[in-house]
């Protein structure tokens, strides 16, 4: 690992493609940014941002590489993403251990990550075999129609500092093989693990004599995210983050006609039955509201319950809290790791005084820990709310592990506060009753883009598409037909005939 950052910080930081040109300016030395671990407070690193001079360098670059890419036979950009993931592979212990130490969730988690790299190349791998576009029959004789998938052009990828790597891959594995470019600003507060993923990549790029341009980054916080949204060479912009920044992208590039995916916050809910299974549930709920420290887009937040067994998962609840390890996520033996920053435990602090002040009750009350191993000042402990009602608080996404209890008496008043939030990422119920479960996943149940019988909101599967609905965006990524979302669709119709029959039977003759 130290040898590993090591190599990470005598390179250069840089924008650039990955296979080896890199575009400096000196302009940019004044507004260098510090990357601090927030596991013990360390500097990192001191990162330069992407000036717009390079910016335009890259996104040319990536123009031509283009030019190239989109020619290369599927299954060739298939088998490059063979090799990619093998590279992962090699480096998963020490690339997982550095998301961990930048982003602070744990090893176990950091290494995780890895994996849903190495799991989305393979998935990519088999489609670049598999993408079919379907045939028609013409009302016209002697005449054929289809339709083909093309590549878009330069895919433009900002992401989140909560998943630094695994949300890159989804949309870059599958942009290659669709045969798009990638231009990628990762997080401003995660640049390093986004920095050693093009690291792991560039050899496998130059031993195939990928062009340059294929993979690229660029560094920096929202304005540089910004050149993305409102550039006109930038055919699809996939964002993952807030849902403020969402709207902020969403509406830069509607303005310009452009496609955007979309993958925002989430206010994700248990639903646990009087016919749950506590013994199952427990432990599901306990992960998904404090396994990365409350900060996964599908974290738990809120947990309805049915008023009959109220008392009894509450008191569970407590229980398990107070055995919840809190320390540095490097140290497997901790469950709960740091928040990202100062400014998310001001957040948190924040929650908690609302909470009070909106009639919530803490059966396990908040705090930001303090003394050795704490000194990042980024550590704070889960909470667990009573709530009167989805008050304003409850509405809102805190990316902070606190969990909200709601009761309930029938299911539809459960479905309905589940449903009664802006956001709609991931949802569960706890329940061994056919008719619940069934009721559950109808179009009368969750609003949400995942749902989830007997396991928890958090952590998905890269075989199913991913994201939610409402003011989560609407976008997919991952598996399924999500590639689609990085293709574009061409109807072809041919005329193998002698003669000229118009559609819908039109005559014009001469
Ligand atoms: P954020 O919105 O602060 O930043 C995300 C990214 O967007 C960063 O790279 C940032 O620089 C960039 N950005 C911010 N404002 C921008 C703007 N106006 N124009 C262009 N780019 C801009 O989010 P965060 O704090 O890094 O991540 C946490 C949020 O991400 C949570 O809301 C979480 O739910 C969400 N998230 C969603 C998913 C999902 O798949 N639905 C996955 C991970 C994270």
């Known amino acids: 690992m130290q040898q590993f950052l090591q190599k990470l910080k005598t390179q250069p930081v840089m924008s650039g493609t990955s296979t080896g040109q890199a575009f400096w300016h000196s302009s940019a030395e004044d507004r ?41 036979p599927a299954p060739r950009r298939g088998e490059i993403v063979r090799q990619m993931g093998d590279q992962f592979r090699h480096y998963k212990k020490d690339l997982g251990t550095l998301v961990s130490y930048e982003m602070g969730k744990s090893l176990q988690e950091g ?29 016209r004789p002697d005449h054929r129609m289809y339709e083909q998938w093309h590549p878009l052009g ?10 630094p790597v695994a949300v890159w891959s989804w949309n870059a594995m599958l942009a290659w093989v669709c ?91 248990i639903i646990i039955s009087q016919h749950a299974d506590l013994n199952v549930a427990i432990p599901a709920i306990v992960f998904g509201a404090v396994g990365t420290a409350g900060q996964r887009c599908t974290s738990t937040r809120r947990l309805i319950i049915h008023e009959s067994i109220y008392e009894d998962v509450k008191q569970r609840l407590v ?63 889960p909470a667990i709310a009573e709530m009167p009602e989805q008050s304003e608080i409850v509405q809102h996404e805190t990316f902070a592990p606190i969990l909200y209890l709601l009761k309930y008496s029938s299911l539809e008043e459960a479905i309905e506060l589940q449903n009664g939030v802006p956001q709609g990422l991931s949802s569960s119920v706890f329940t061994l009753n056919l008719r619940e479960a069934e009721r559950f996943l109808s179009a009368a149940g969750s609003d949400c883009g995942i749902a989830n019988v007997n396991i928890g909101t958090s952590g998905a599967e890269i ?8 003011e989560t965006g609407g976008g997919r990524e991952s598996g399924s037909d999500a590639w689609k979302s990085y293709m574009r669709r061409q109807t072809n119709t041919i005329n193998y005939g002698t003669k000229l029959p118009l559609a819908q039977g039109i005559k014009f003759e001469l």
């Open 32 to 72: 260098l940014f510090d990357s601090h671990s927030p596991v013990d407070g360390q500097l990192m690193a001191r990162i330069y941002p992407t000036t717009r001079e390079d910016y335009d360098q890259v996104v040319e670059t990536a123009r031509a590489a283009f030019r190239e890419w989109r020619m290369v």
């Open 179 to 269: 045969g798009n470019v990638c231009i990628w600003k990762p997080s401003e507060k995660t640049p390093l693990t986004a920095l050693a993923c093009q690291q792991i990549i560039k050899d496998v790029l130059e031993q195939n004599e990928v062009p340059e341009g294929v993979s690229c980054l660029i560094t920096g916080g929202p304005e540089t995210g910004s050149w993305l949204a409102e550039d006109q060479r930038i055919a699809l912009v996939s964002a993952t983050g807030s849902t403020r920044m969402g709207k902020a992208v969403a509406k830069t590039v509607a303005g310009r006609l452009g496609r955007y995916l979309l993958e925002l916050g989430g206010n994700n809910a």
């Open 463 to 470: 075989g199913g598409a991913f994201g939610g609905e409402k």
């Open 319 to 381: 229980k398990a809290y107070g055995q919840l390890r809190i320390g540095n996520p490097l140290d497997e033996t901790n469950h709960v790791g740091p928040l990202i920053d100062q400014a998310a435990v001001a957040g948190y602090q924040s929650a908690l005084f609302q909470i009070k002040e909106q009639g919530g009750r803490l059966l396990i009350d908040g705090e930001v820990l303090e003394g050795p191993t704490f000194e990042s000042g980024c550590y704070v402990r």
């Open 154 to 163: 330069v895919v433009g990828i900002i992401s989140a500092f909560n998943f």
């Open 111 to 139: 290494m995780g990550e890895v994996q849903e790299i190495i799991d989305i190349c393979d998935f990519a791998v088999g489609q670049s075999r598999q993408l079919y576009g379907l045939t028609m029959h013409s009302e």
